[in-house]
């Protein structure tokens, strides 16, 4: 089985380095001032009365440490730009939460000592190898936690060979539906050719002419042909055309004007009857 998430999931990630960081400006400043002693015009004495005449070694030193002077400034200003991440993420659909897999193994075939044919188990080194070739083939990974299992069972061995199917009758072949609706579709056409169509023929070979304007025997009442097309017919069955030339004519007339044409069908099967 699997186990597979299908939600989508975006996020925006921004991250700062202190370590990695770059100076981006800077702005010193340093003052210094060291030693001054007694100051006064060159060449003239001091505005001070004279040191007495005593001597004092200590004082000497005293009055060298009051004449010195020191005076130091120091001023620092320093921007830094931090190293700064922007990561924006989008995880597609169909991500594989888990897979578990079951194998059966059959038991191994082997010949005993007295030659027969036996069955037996796996040993663990076997199944060990066969687990680890399924872990290759499905992806296995323990950081999705997934499972594999392979077990050694013995298969259900059948000897006799199930019961054979009897062949399918030729009526109930697929093909067979498609060859009787041809044939019906053929029987038909030559009951029409021989019912409808060879009583018109011969009655185009035996039909006398017709004289313009007169109705045939046993027509009294019908509705005559036009004249041109009675007399024309007439003629040509008087010329002694064949019946099938005939039967040519009837259908192209038929083709061109179908009113006229019935007209011609009804007179031959009156005149047959």
Not at 106 to 121: K, N
Not at 261 to 272: E, F, I, P, R, T
Request: net charge negative; proline share 7%.
């Amino acid at each position: 089985s699997v186990d597979i998430d299908f939600t989508t999931v975006e996020s925006t990630t921004e991250s700062y380095q202190p370590d990695n960081r770059a100076v981006r400006s800077e702005e010193t400043f340093e003052e210094s001032t060291r030693g001054s002693g007694v100051a006064g015009v060159p060449g003239a004495l001091t505005n001070q009365p004279p040191a007495g005449g005593t001597t004092d070694v200590a004082g000497g030193q005293a009055g060298e440490g009051q004449g010195a002077a020191l005076n130091s400034t120091r001023r620092a200003t320093r921007n830094y730009e931090v190293d700064r991440n922007i990561s924006h993420t989008r995880t597609a659909p169909g991500t594989l939460k888990q897979l578990s897999v079951a194998v059966l193994v059959d038991y191994r075939t082997q010949a005993d000592a007295a030659g027969a044919t036996e069955r037996v188990p796996l040993t663990p080194e076997e199944l060990q190898r066969v687990e680890e070739l399924v872990k290759e083939a499905v992806g296995f990974s323990e950081e999705r936690a997934d499972s594999i299992k392979v077990n050694n069972i013995p298969f259900k061995v059948v000897d006799e060979v199930g019961e054979v199917m009897p062949p399918v009758p030729v009526w109930e072949q697929p093909w067979v539906a498609g060859v009787v609706k041809q044939v019906l579709g053929g029987i038909f056409v030559l009951f029409m050719l021989i019912g409808v169509l060879k009583p018109v023929l011969r009655t185009l070979a035996i039909k006398p002419a017709v004289m313009p304007g007169a109705l045939p025997p046993g027509q009294a009442g019908q509705p005559q042909l036009a004249g041109e097309d009675q007399v024309s017919l007439s003629q040509q069955a008087g010329a002694g055309i064949t019946p099938e030339q005939q039967f040519g004519m009837a259908r192209s007339m038929i083709e061109n004007d179908p009113r006229r044409g019935a007209h011609v069908v009804k007179d031959w099967v009156a005149s047959d009857g």
